[in-house]
């Protein structure tokens, strides 16, 4: 959060060129956090959510903040993972496609 803090600050600097007072530049900021907050916690889905495309990858949250990256096989209804392991998507709390998470 840190790191997030700092960049929003050196962002919300610029608009001091352009006449924003303190407390708009503050304003600016905490929107900017408040994006960038939004964009990662969106990515995510929940597993009552409708299932992943099948054979597209993602990562998996399950048990006890247990992390894996595999593929959803919409025929069993479980994720594969890379680890010759499988999960049942009942066991998954929360999944999100690998791609949308390069993004951040």
């Given at each position: 959060m840190e790191k997030l803090f700092e960049f929003a600050s050196e962002y919300a600097k610029g608009y001091a060129e352009v006449g924003y007072?303190?407390?708009?530049?503050?304003?600016?900021?905490?929107?900017?956090?408040d994006g960038a907050e939004?964009?990662?916690?969106?990515?995510?889905?929940?597993?009552?959510?409708?299932?992943?495309?099948?054979?597209?990858?993602?990562?998996?949250?399950?048990g006890n903040y247990y992390h894996d990256v595999g593929f959803y096989d919409k025929d069993s209804n479980m994720f594969q993972l890379r680890i010759d392991e499988a999960v049942r998507m009942e066991d998954v709390d929360r999944w999100a496609y690998l791609e949308d998470l390069g993004a951040l």
């Open positions: 007072d303190d407390d708009q530049i503050a304003s600016v900021r905490d929107a900017f956090i939004w964009q990662k916690n969106h990515v995510w889905h929940s597993a009552d959510d409708d299932p992943p495309i099948n054979c597209k990858e993602v990562l998996i949250e399950y």
